[in-house]
């Protein structure tokens, strides 16, 4: 806001989030943005976990693995689409055995009714 126009600081970017939270009548911090960018990376199929401890400066990757907790809407979506692939794999016909093995023989290895 000021001139001569420098990189922000630390102390800076806490200060202007105390006015930030001043205005709003919120509580937000540096760590909490800090922690939400952190979940959002966690998240990243295209970004590797030691990538992420990395750019957070943990020296364990076990610090790193609080982040990989789900949501509560990402266990229910994942929850559901294990449904309806239980319900697709239950509706497909059984696979038929590869050419020389005898089906009877089969059905009863794996108990199927012949």
Do not use: C
């Amino acid at each position: 806001m000021r001139r001569p126009y420098r990189p922000l600081t630390y102390h800076g970017a806490h200060r202007m989030f105390e006015r930030v939270n001043a205005t709003l009548g919120t509580n937000w911090t540096l760590h909490d943005l800090r922690h939400s960018a952190a979940s959002r990376m966690a998240r990243d199929g295209q970004l590797s976990l030691t990538d992420v401890q990395w750019v957070l400066g943990h020296a364990h990757l076990t610090t790193t693995e609080i982040y990989l907790t789900p949501t509560r809407d990402e266990v229910i979506e994942g929850v559901l689409a294990h449904h309806a692939r239980q319900s697709r794999v239950r509706e497909a016909p059984p696979p038929q055995p590869a050419p020389g093995y005898d089906p009877k023989s089969l059905s009863v290895l794996f108990g199927r009714p012949s």
